[in-house]
C-alpha cells in the first residue's frame, strides 16, 4: 500500500551492532505491525501496537525492540541480541480487520 | 494455535487459463477471517482477497475469486485469465475476530509459487 513507507530498502549490519528500521504510515490507522519473513517461509508476527504508546509482543520478540511515540512511525529496532537477524522485514498497518504491508527492508548481517 | 497450510509449493498456469491455489487452516473458532496475499518479486505483499467466516457468500475481486467450505476449513484462491502479472508467491492467512477477544496477528501459510507461461 502506498501509504505505508519503509527506509531503508537494503540494510547491512555488523555483528554486534544496533540498527533501526523505519515505519511511517499516512493511513490513519491505529494499529500497526512488524513481522519477519526468512526464505521459503511464510510471515512471523514481531511485535505490534494498536494505539500509541503501547505495543505487545509476537511470537518472535526476542532480541527486538520497538517504539509508537506518534501515530504514523512505528520503528523497529534489531539488536546485538538477535542471533540470526538477516531477513526481510515487513511492517504493516491496519484497520479492524485487514493489515496493508509497506515494501519492506532486507537486512543482512556481515 | 491456528495453523495456514498451503500444499502446493509451486504452481504452473497458461496465460488466459485458470488456475486454483489450495489452503487449509485449522481453528477451533468461529468467526475469523481469511486473506490472500501476492507477492511479486518487488517482495512487497498486497492484498488479493478477503473473507470473513460468517458470510457464506464467496468473494470476488475481478478475476481473483475464493471458494470458502467452512467445514472443510478449506479457502482456496481462483485466477481466471491468468496474467503474465500474476506471477508471484501467493499467501494464505488467518486472522482471528477481535470481537471474540482472539489475537490481531496474522498466521501465514508457507506460499504458493505461481509461474505464468506465455
Known amino acids: 500500500d502506498g501509504g505505508i513507507t519503509q527506509s531503508p530498502k537494503y540494510l547491512f549490519r555488523k555483528e554486534g551492532q544496533n540498527v533501526t528500521l523505519s515505519c511511517e504510515q499516512n493511513?490513519?490507522?491505529?494499529?500497526m505491525y512488524w513481522y519477519r519473513q526468512d526464505p521459503g517461509q511464510g510471515l512471523r508476527l514481531i511485535y505490534y501496537?494498536?494505539?500509541?504508546?503501547?505495543?505487545q509482543k509476537g511470537d518472535i520478540a526476542e532480541g527486538y525492540s520497538v517504539s509508537r511515540e506518534k501515530k504514523e512511525s512505528f520503528p523497529l529496532t534489531v539488536t546485538s541480541a538477535q542471533k540470526n537477524p538477516t531477513a526481510f522485514y515487513l511492517c504493516?498497518?491496519?484497520?479492524?480487520?485487514?493489515?496493508?504491508f509497506g515494501p519492506g527492508t532486507r537486512l543482512t548481517v556481515l | 494455535a491456528q495453523t495456514v497450510t498451503q500444499s502446493q509449493p509451486e504452481m504452473s498456469v497458461q496465460e488466459a487459463e485458470t488456475v486454483t491455489l489450495s489452503c487449509t487452516y485449522d481453528?477451533?473458532?468461529?468467526?475469523?477471517?481469511l486473506f490472500w496475499y501476492k507477492q511479486p518479486p518487488s517482495r512487497q505483499m498486497i492484498l488479493v482477497i478477503r473473507?470473513?467466516?460468517?458470510?457464506?457468500q464467496n468473494a470476488t475481486e475481478n478475476r481473483f475469486s475464493v471458494n470458502f467450505q467452512k467445514a472443510a476449513k478449506s479457502f482456496s484462491l481462483k485466477i481466471s485469465d491468468s496474467q503474465l502479472g500474476d506471477a508471484a508467491m501467493y499467501f494464505c492467512?488467518?486472522?482471528?475476530?477481535?470481537?471474540?477477544?482472539?489475537?490481531?496477528?496474522?498466521?501465514f501459510g508457507k506460499g504458493t509459487k505461481l509461474t505464468v507461461n506465455p
Open positions: 504493516a498497518a491496519g484497520r479492524t480487520d485487514t493489515q496493508y
Open positions: 473473507q470473513e467466516a460468517y458470510k457464506q
Open positions: 481453528t477451533s473458532e468461529s468467526d475469523y477471517y
Open positions: 493511513l490513519n490507522h491505529d494499529a
Open positions: 492467512a488467518y486472522r482471528s475476530s477481535l470481537t471474540q477477544g482472539g489475537s490481531e496477528k496474522l498466521v
Open positions: 501496537s494498536q494505539i500509541v504508546n503501547d505495543f
